[in-house]
């Protein structure tokens, strides 16, 4: 099996090639991990993406691209657009083209985070953001096409490969003793090693539909950074702040975490509590 993955600079990507390269090798020698960036295709034009993919053609293509700078979107709305909604039809339509499954990556911001319990598949997106916008254009995108294709909404990533609020936080808290997190921003951390693995399991269960993947549990933001604090050893005092006391361009969800009992109930698989990943995340980086 050829599987492409665009986007592969970025923290998901990066940890998706090395997964499932390393699971190949392991597992299914005769699989074929493509890592691509912008340098090697530019998923904002039509044309270069069905080129491209028609030349590689992939049994899969995960599209990991994204501008993820959520405050940056706010002024580059036209740029927000061409990679997250423009980028993710092109790349849906090249793969019904070509007969592959394609996987998209999308965003717990398509909500608004006024419900008070965790997100459905089922439940209607309501954006706040430029950002969040544009994510559901491109699921819109992906859906209208009608392909063989999973959409995989995810939320609050860490990872090793890019900077994250974990490391963050760690570098605040090493400047000074005391760092101001929000309270009323509720989610759930997602590992990146753990979301490829499930990747995994879309691509050999063959997954259609939406599907909500994080790390189990939800926490605020203020509970993050301390559970951060706690397993380094730092003592660093995390105080309270409110999403209003806090300024930003973007606009988001207070309560954006996702319900992931479907990706369960259908693979058999129960992402690991938001805890465990982060130990586990944490000790490995230190």
């Known amino acids: 099996m050829k599987v492409l993955v665009i986007g592969s600079h970025g923290m998901l990507g990066r940890d998706l090639v090395n997964r499932l390269s390393n699971l190949s090798d392991q597992k299914n020698p005769g699989n074929e991990v493509i890592a691509v960036d912008r340098e090697h295709v530019d998923?904002?034009?039509?044309?270069?993406?069905?080129?491209?993919?028609?030349?590689?053609?992939?049994?899969?293509?995960?599209?990991?691209?994204?501008?993820?700078n959520v405050d940056a979107c706010e002024?580059?709305?036209?740029?927000?657009?061409?990679?997250?909604a423009r980028g993710a039809r092109n790349v849906a339509l090249a793969g019904k083209q070509t007969?592959?499954?394609?996987?998209?990556?999308?965003?717990?911001?398509?909500?608004?985070?006024m419900k008070n319990e965790p997100y459905l598949e089922t439940d209607k997106?309501?954006?706040?953001?430029?950002?969040?916008?544009?994510?559901l254009e491109g699921e819109l995108a992906v859906q209208e096409i009608k392909g063989n294709c999973v959409i995989i909404r995810t939320a609050w990533l860490f990872?090793?490969?890019?900077?994250?609020?974990?490391?963050?936080?760690?570098?605040?808290?090493?400047?000074?003793?005391?760092v101001s997190v929000v309270t009323d921003q509720h989610g759930s951390p997602t590992y990146t090693t753990d979301l490829s693995?499930?990747?995994?399991?879309?691509?050999?269960?063959?997954?259609?539909?939406?599907?909500?993947?994080?790390?189990?549990?939800?926490?605020?933001?203020?509970e993050w950074a301390q559970k951060i604090f706690e397993l380094t050893g730092n003592q660093v005092s995390v105080l309270p702040l409110k999403t209003t006391d806090y300024k930003r361009a973007a606009r988001v969800p207070q309560n954006s975490s996702l319900d992931c009992t479907k990706y369960t109930a259908t693979?058999?698989?129960k992402m690991r509590p938001w805890q465990e990943a982060l130990k586990e995340y944490i000790f490995q980086a230190m």
Do not use: M, W
């Open 125 to 135: 997106p309501h954006p706040l953001s430029v950002y969040g916008k544009s994510k």
């Open 99 to 113: 007969g592959a499954k394609v996987i998209h990556i999308s965003t717990d911001y398509v909500f608004d985070g």
């Open 75 to 84: 002024t580059q709305i036209s740029e927000a657009f061409a990679v997250n």
């Open 43 to 68: 998923i904002t034009h039509g044309e270069d993406a069905s080129k491209f993919i028609t030349q590689v053609k992939p049994d899969v293509i995960v599209n990991c691209a994204a501008f993820s």
């Open 159 to 178: 990872g090793p490969y890019r900077k994250n609020f974990v490391t963050t936080i760690l570098e605040l808290g090493r400047k000074n003793r005391s």
């Open 267 to 269: 693979t058999g698989q």
């Open 197 to 222: 693995d499930a990747i995994r399991t879309a691509i050999s269960k063959d997954l259609r539909g939406i599907y909500h993947v994080t790390n189990s549990g939800t926490c605020s933001r203020h």
